[in-house]
């Protein structure tokens, strides 16, 4: 009796032998077998050789069953590895990818970004946690690279906004009009780590940076 034309009780289907490595449970294997044996024809039992080739991928799919368990440990070990290694930048300043702005009534803030090309025109426009524009920053032409600009924290109206999370994005142009890639960065000294997800959450004042969005890190002076 061929082992494909077997189903589980209820399952509907064939081809048990056929089922994709990750669909077929160490349990559902092995009682394909044992229904297999139970309804063999006695004038045609199963063949000695088939039974022990049956046998031998019961016991490859136990072993791949265990296989699996020791790499769900080693990667659950991996990220508490990683996570414990995170508490390392606590102290350290840092610079990552992002675009927030932790912003305290009547202060200044610091832009930072790169360009990929010189530019004729910069425009960076800032908003508040609720996406609204409260500034733009017209300013003329940049170079390449990295550049800083200073926001006295008002609107466009010269008003003090209040304190509290702010974006900022920009837009650059070349003399032609032409976008040029801006990339914006924020950069600080790491004040704690947050470990309960699923990666490690730096937090650099109120600001909350994933440690896969750092770029760099260097001792504070």
Not at 62 to 74: E, F, H, P, R, S
Not at 133 to 154: M, N, P
Not at 194 to 203: A, C, K, W, Y
């Amino acid at each position: 009796m061929e082992l494909q034309s077997i189903s589980p009780a209820g399952s509907g289907q064939q081809g048990g032998m056929t089922a994709a490595a990750g669909a077929i449970t160490q349990d559902a294997f092995l009682h394909l077998l044992i229904v297999q044996l139970q309804n063999q024809d006695p004038l045609n039992p199963l063949d000695n050789q088939e039974f022990i080739a049956q046998l031998a991928t019961f016991n490859s799919l136990d072993q791949l069953i265990g296989i699996n368990a020791k790499l769900d440990t080693l990667r659950t070990e991996q990220l508490r590895l990683g996570q414990l290694e995170a508490t390392a930048l606590i102290g350290k300043e840092i610079r990552a990818q992002g675009n927030q702005l932790d912003l305290g009534r009547g202060e200044e803030v610091e832009l930072r970004y790169r360009l990929a090309a010189d530019v004729a025109r910069v425009v960076i426009n800032i908003t508040d946690s609720e996406g609204t524009l409260v500034r733009t920053l017209e300013l003329g032409a940049q170079t390449s690279g990295e550049q800083r600009v200073v926001w006295d924290g008002k609107d466009n109206m010269g008003n003090p906004l209040d304190s509290g999370m702010y974006t900022f994005e920009v837009n650059a142009f070349d003399i032609n009009g032409g976008s040029v890639a801006g990339t914006t960065f924020l950069q600080g000294v790491v004040t704690g780590v947050d470990m309960t997800g699923s990666e490690p959450i730096l937090t650099i004042g109120d600001l909350q940076v994933p440690v896969s969005a750092v770029m760099g890190v260097q001792a504070r002076a």
